[in-house]
Every structure is written in C-alpha cells, then in structure tokens.
T-cell receptor, first 116, second 109 residues
Framework: NAGVTQTPKFQVLKTGQSMTLQCAQD?????MSWYRQDPGMGLRLIHY???????DQGEVPNGYNVSRSTTEDFPLRLLSAAPSQTSVYFC???????????????FGPGTRLTVL | RKEVEQDPGPFNVPEGATVAFNCTYS??????FFWYRQDCRKEPKLLMS???SGNEDGRFTAQLNRASQYISLLIRDSKLSDSATYLC??????????FGKGTRLSVIA
C-alpha cells in the first residue's frame, strides 16, 4: 500500500494564480481531510470529507475549495493564491473523522507551497 | 480557552533523562486521546493512543486524567532519536480531531 500520497511536494505560485493540490489514499478510508501547518500555529483543519460526495468546512476554509468524487481522491483547490496561503499542506485519512473508536489518522508527506 | 493546549517547549534534555509533557483539553465530552510525533519537515505519525487506565509502550507511558482534563506523556531513558515535536490530539465523537500545537523535544548527547 502506498498509504496517503500528495503531489506536488513543492510549489511556488504568484499571487492570483490558482492550482490544485492532489491527495490520494489506497486504504479505503471514508474520512479525508486537509490541514495547513504554519510556524507557531500547529495544524489547522481546512476542509474535510466523511465520504464520497460529502465535504465540510474546517477551521480555516476561506480561499480553498474541495470535492470528493471518489473514496480515494480528495483534491484541494486554491482559487486565487495569496501570500497568506504560504504554508505546508498535509492531507490525512482515517476510518473515522472523530477518532472514536480509537483509530489512527494517516498523513501524506505534505506539500510546501510558497506564494509570492 | 483553546481546545487543546500544550507547552511549546523546547524541552532540552540530556540522553538518558526522563521527560514528561502535559496537555490540557477544554471539551469535557472528549472521548479519544492520542499522542502523535512529528519529525522536522515530516508528516505527523501516531505515537500512541491514550486509554483511560493509562498505557505503556516501551519507554513511553501515557496517562489520562478525565477529572482535570489533561493527558500526559512520559518518556524514560531519552534517546537522541526521540528529538521531535509531540502533538496532543483529542477527539470528541462528533467533530474532527483537534490537534495541539505541539511540544518540541531536543535530546542532547
């Protein structure tokens, strides 16, 4: 199993450009999520999905869109990149959104995004 | 009050030392508790779940105190390879997991 894969690993954008960060998992997990991690801020939830066709907003959803057409894929779209979106983005998946019952959340290796 | 709070550290300890981290959570309905480890520039990975009766995995011991709403992680006989950021994670049963900002540990030779 590849686990959770993310592409690209690094990306530089100019302000106003759009792009899609890809995330895929091969563990048949229903729950997938996107986080951003900034120095001193910890992991902040952007959007999440509890199954194909179902998405919801997390703590910091503005400027990002998601869709979940298949169980395996959960792309994150930046509509019009801004310097404030410079961050490391992690995709994660697990059997359950809430950790109940106890289960592990698997993370991808991350995408390091710089917006100039 | 933040949902999950941790001392950011850094904790600088010599090899062989015992070090403990605490984490407090605000939601009394929380039902699941975890410690994740994150190495520099890497993704977080599950270190251990925390059970009501406390649990141990080798040199690592996790404790839960529901009355005071905190969990702890004790690392005995610290190794250089234990240097990382340790994330406290709490689940409430009807909302996504909440991550603390992490406690940074540096084990020094």
């Amino acid at each position: 199993n590849a686990g959770v894969t993310q592409t690209p690993k690094f990306q530089v954008l100019k302000t106003g450009q759009s792009m899609t960060l890809q995330c895929a998992q091969d563990m048949n997990h229903e729950y997938m999520s996107w986080y951003r991690q900034d120095p001193g801020m910890g992991l902040r939830l952007i959007h999440y999905s509890v199954g194909a066709g179902i998405t919801d907003q997390g703590e910091v959803p503005n400027g990002y869109n998601v869709s979940r057409s298949t169980t395996e894929d959960f792309p994150l779209r930046l509509l019009s990149a801004a310097p404030s979106q410079t961050s490391v983005y992690f995709c994660a998946s697990s059997y359950s959104a809430t950790g109940v019952p106890n289960n592990e959340q698997f993370f991808g290796p991350g995408t390091r995004l710089t917006v100039l | 009050r933040k949902e999950v709070e941790q001392d950011p550290g850094p904790f600088n300890v010599p090899e062989g030392a015992t070090v403990a981290f605490n984490c407090t959570y605000s939601n009394s309905a929380s039902q699941s508790f975890f410690w994740y480890r994150q190495d520099c520039r890497k993704e977080p990975k599950l270190l251990m779940s925390v059970y009501s009766s406390g649990n141990e995995d080798g040199r690592f011991t996790a404790q839960l105190n529901r009355a005071s709403q905190y969990i702890s992680l004790l690392i005995r006989d610290s190794k250089l390879s234990d240097s990382a950021t340790y994330l406290c994670v709490v689940g409430s049963g009807n909302t996504p997991l909440v991550f603390g900002k992490g406690t940074r540990l540096s084990v020094i030779a």
